[in-house]
């Protein structure tokens, strides 16, 4: 079955205590990307990847870092959290070629900065 | 810069009518635009999207969206409302340049009543 899994789906923690968020997609995409979810903003992106080692800010980097190391994983890391960065937080994998072009989501990791 | 607005935060109708979920968007070049819907609890799914042809898109669960160039407006659209279509929907452009780059309106809930 064509999935995106992301972990931990909830994570509570502590304002500087470093974490990581891991996606991972079994579709062989290229592309994959991180987006935040808050209320009335609805989503925006963080970082997107164009392939294995290829990486690009989207409209909200700024307190976050991601790797590409491998195909099919595309962790989104917080060296050092803070409370504005509780969010609900989606990974996605997008398909291209033709007329695909479609954005699989992942179930999302919902996150609280004590 | 490519951008998305839904000028609506909530749209209720009632059971059996016809629904209409607005969005207009800026971008340069050639529009990619995508529908995506969030049930309660749940990630985002793809509904439909236009790259090129026919400006009447037709997608999953009886929505359609017409694309009109000329008012750069994708509204969604169903015939006849469901109670289970209650969700929030987002509308989103990618850029035709950067198949990672996405943008995303701020949603709109939809509330069907019976």
């Known amino acids: 079955e064509a999935q995106v899994t992301q972990n931990p789906r909830y994570l509570i923690t502590v304002t500087g205590k470093k974490l990581t968020v891991t996606c991972s997609q079994n579709m062989n995409h290229e592309y994959m990307s991180w987006y935040r979810q808050d209320p009335g903003l609805g989503l925006r992106q963080i970082y997107y990847s164009m392939n294995v080692e290829v990486t690009d800010k989207g409209d909200v980097p700024e307190g976050y870092k991601v790797s590409r190391k491998e195909k099919r994983n595309f962790p989104l890391i917080l060296e050092s959290p803070s409370p504005n960065q509780t969010s609900l937080y989606f990974c996605?994998?997008?398909?291209?070629?033709?007329?695909?072009?479609?954005?699989?989501f992942g179930p999302g990791t919902r996150l609280t900065v004590l | 810069a490519q951008s998305v607005a839904q000028p609506e935060d909530q749209v209720n109708v009632a059971e059996g009518n016809p629904l209409t979920v607005k969005c207009t968007y800026s971008v340069s070049g050639n529009p990619y635009l995508f529908w995506y819907v969030q049930y309660p609890n749940r990630g985002l799914q793809f509904l439909l999207k236009y790259i090129t042809g026919d400006n009447l898109v037709k997608g999953s669960y009886g929505f359609e969206a017409e694309f009109n160039k000329s008012q750069t407006s994708f509204h969604l659209k169903k015939p006849s409302a469901l109670v289970s279509d209650s969700a929030l929907y987002f509308c989103a452009v990618r850029d035709s340049q950067d198949a990672g780059k996405s943008t995303f309106g701020d949603g709109t809930t939809l509330t069907v009543k019976p």
């Open positions: 996605a994998s997008i398909s291209r070629g033709g007329r695909t072009d479609t954005q699989y």
